[in-house]
């Protein structure tokens, strides 16, 4: 699945040109940079690539979603809604707003459920965070319609499906905003960084200068001296991240190629074998095919057929106990536990509202995650490696069912 795998000389060449000016800082220094401009290049392209008007680079990808959130004019009192399946990350960014966390149960694409999402909607919902997990899009279209006749916005966490769309657009493009990820592990990678994605104009300036302590970037200005509308935070990329992912979107195409092709055999495996479902893809979905995701009859059959291939080296992730991933395992959040002393922002007279979080409190969810399975798809995997695993999920299979 990630990047990494293939940094290599494109990557220092990018780099080498931000050595050569001497200027790690993104904005700036005219003169000196002698018209290398990473990071601004890279979001030109990235937009380009994704099919937006705009993008503006961050730190990260919890980053992205906090930039996105400022842009979008979310506070204390309101209600964000999203699905209990994603990374930590989410919840923290809306917390971080001041905004208290809703969370929706999944369906089968092992997204947002559509109409859980709609029975979660109070008069407090500023907006929703649909994530496309594991590399496949929500069904995105659905969330969007029912979000307009409430009046509420979308942002996309698009950090693990980078390539995947649906229809003709690509994921994060059909909201308001769109959000990635470009850390370690994601499908392109500058160590750490984030994008944001839109086609308002508005948003993008707000978005551009909120990640930038409020700077309005108005080129005619000397920095800090122009009429700033808002304070901000510092949420920017530097040079030498942008020199990174610039090189790391040129080869993204090949790089989605691979994937698909490594993705192949396993997935044709696991279709011909009975009592094991794929997840499901919304209508006119596409994949990244970063993962192969499947489900077993039950919750026993899962744990026994993850625990074989563990046992046989096949890194399998059995989500049920995955610590950062599910809310059920999230003991910090369920305890409310925050920086700051008090309840804030889960009650009190700003919210005027008590949210609690448990265990228990996501049926449906659980009931998917405990029949699910997850294999990351590598770029590397040899042929004979692919046709082993292959091998062994026939076998486990032929054991387990």
Request: negative net charge; aromatic residues 8%; hydrophobic residues 40%.
């Given at each position: ?199 308002d104009h508005d948003l993008y300036r707000r978005a551009s200068e909120y990640a930038d302590h409020g700077h309005d970037h108005n080129p005619d200005v000397g920095r800090a001296l122009e009429g700033r509308s808002f304070l901000g935070y510092n949420y920017r990329m530097g040079e030498l991240q942008g020199a990174i992912g610039l090189a790391q979107l040129g080869r993204l195409e090949r790089l989605l190629e691979r994937q698909t092709q490594n993705q192949a055999l396993i997935r044709e495996t696991l279709e011909k074998v009975d009592g094991v479902t794929l997840r499901a893809l919304p209508k006119d979905g596409r994949d990244s095919h970063t993962h192969v995701c499947f489900f077993l009859p039950d919750a026993s059959k899962a744990e026994a057929f993850h625990k074989k291939l563990s046992e046989r080296q ?88």
């Amino acid at each position: 699945m990630p990047g990494y795998e293939w940094l290599g000389d494109r990557e220092k060449e990018e780099i080498g040109k931000v050595l050569d000016t001497g200027i790690l800082f993104r904005y700036e220094f005219e003169k000196e940079r002698r018209g290398v401009f990473q990071v601004r290049d890279f979001e030109e392209k990235f937009a380009q690539y994704c099919g937006a008007k705009y993008a503006h680079a961050v730190t990260s990808g919890t980053a992205a979603l906090s930039v996105a959130m400022g842009a979008l004019g979310v506070e204390p009192g309101d209600e964000v809604i999203t699905q209990g399946f994603t990374f930590i990350a989410t919840f923290e960014a809306i917390i971080e707003s001041g905004a208290v966390p809703v969370a929706g149960e999944i369906d089968d694409t092992l997204n947002l459920d559509p109409a859980d999402f709609e029975k979660k909607i109070t008069e407090k919902t500023k907006a929703v965070i649909p994530v496309h997990m594991l590399g496949s899009p929500a069904r995105i279209q659905e969330i969007v319609h029912i979000a307009g006749k409430h009046g509420i916005k979308v942002i996309e966490d698009t950090a693990q499906a980078l390539g995947a769309g649906v229809g003709e657009k690509k994921t994060g493009t059909l909201g308001e905003m769109g959000t990635f990820s470009f850390d370690y592990y994601k499908t392109i990678t500058t160590g750490e960084g984030g994008m944001v994605i839109t086609d308002d104009h508005d948003l993008y300036r707000r978005a551009s200068e909120y990640a930038d302590h409020g700077h309005d970037h108005n080129p005619d200005v000397g920095r800090a001296l122009e009429g700033r509308s808002f304070l901000g935070y510092n949420y920017r990329m530097g040079e030498l991240q942008g020199a990174i992912g610039l090189a790391q979107l040129g080869r993204l195409e090949r790089l989605l190629e691979r994937q698909t092709q490594n993705q192949a055999l396993i997935r044709e495996t696991l279709e011909k074998v009975d009592g094991v479902t794929l997840r499901a893809l919304p209508k006119d979905g596409r994949d990244s095919h970063t993962h192969v995701c499947f489900f077993l009859p039950d919750a026993s059959k899962a744990e026994a057929f993850h625990k074989k291939l563990s046992e046989r080296q096949v890194p399998a992730v059995y989500f049920k106990n995955n610590l950062w991933h599910f809310l059920p395992n999230w003991e910090h959040l369920i305890e409310r536990k925050t920086v700051w002393p008090g309840d804030f922002p889960f009650s009190g007279p700003v919210y005027q509202g008590d949210a609690t979080y448990s265990r228990d409190m996501l049926p449906r969810s659980s009931a998917i995650i405990e029949r699910l399975i997850v294999l990351p798809i590598s770029l590397e995997m040899e042929e004979d490696k692919i046709r082993s695993i292959a091998e062994v999920l026939q076998s486990v299979a032929g054991e387990v069912l």
